[in-house]
């Protein structure tokens, strides 16, 4: 006997596999979404901010969704991330998930976590 999800779809496979799928499917390859956690206007906020701004416009060209959380004034959101420091970095799309903590300072392990080779030429 075939199983079957509650939408009548494929057999085994949930709602929530198809909402993925939508979710991949919505953002082309190459299209990055991140989101920043950062605690109020702290210098290291700030730096965190200014750093990935600039990364992100050398090395991502526009290609990218930047969304900046101050967890602050979303505390449910950092919650529900499970954010344990400030700032931090998460990288929803593509896949894999990644999060990196600190102000961003260090471009190499940024661009790493990524997953974009960074260039010889620049920090």
Same mark, same amino acid.
């Given at each position: 006997?075939?199983?079957? *999800?509650?939408?009548?779809? =494929?057999?085994?496979?949930?709602?929530?596999? @198809?909402? !993925?799928?939508?979710?991949?499917?919505? !953002?082309?390859? +190459?299209?990055? /979404?991140?989101?920043?956690? /950062?605690?109020?206007? %702290?210098?290291?906020?700030?730096?965190? &901010? =200014?750093?990935?701004?600039?990364?992100?416009?050398? @090395?991502?060209? +526009? *290609? !990218?969704?930047?969304?900046?959380?101050? &967890? !602050?004034?979303?505390?449910?959101?950092?919650?529900?991330?499970?954010?344990?420091?400030?700032? #931090?970095?998460?990288? #929803?799309?593509?896949?894999? /998930?990644?999060?990196?903590? +600190?102000?961003? %300072?260090?471009? $190499?392990? &940024?661009? $790493?976590?990524?997953?974009? /080779?960074? %260039? #010889? *030429?620049?920090?």
């Amino acid at each position: 006997m075939k199983q079957q *999800n509650r939408a009548g779809d =494929e057999p085994g496979l949930g709602s929530s596999a @198809h909402a !993925y799928e939508r979710v991949v499917a919505a !953002y082309p390859h +190459g299209r990055f /979404v991140l989101k920043l956690y /950062v605690s109020g206007i %702290s210098p290291r906020s700030q730096r965190a &901010i =200014e750093n990935l701004q600039k990364l992100c416009e050398q @090395h991502l060209h +526009g *290609n !990218y969704d930047l969304e900046i959380i101050d &967890i !602050y004034q979303r505390p449910m959101a950092a919650k529900r991330e499970q954010i344990i420091a400030a700032p #931090t970095l998460i990288k #929803t799309m593509p896949l894999p /998930v990644q999060r990196i903590i +600190g102000d961003m %300072s260090n471009s $190499t392990r &940024i661009l $790493t976590a990524l997953g974009i /080779v960074p %260039s #010889t *030429n620049g920090k």
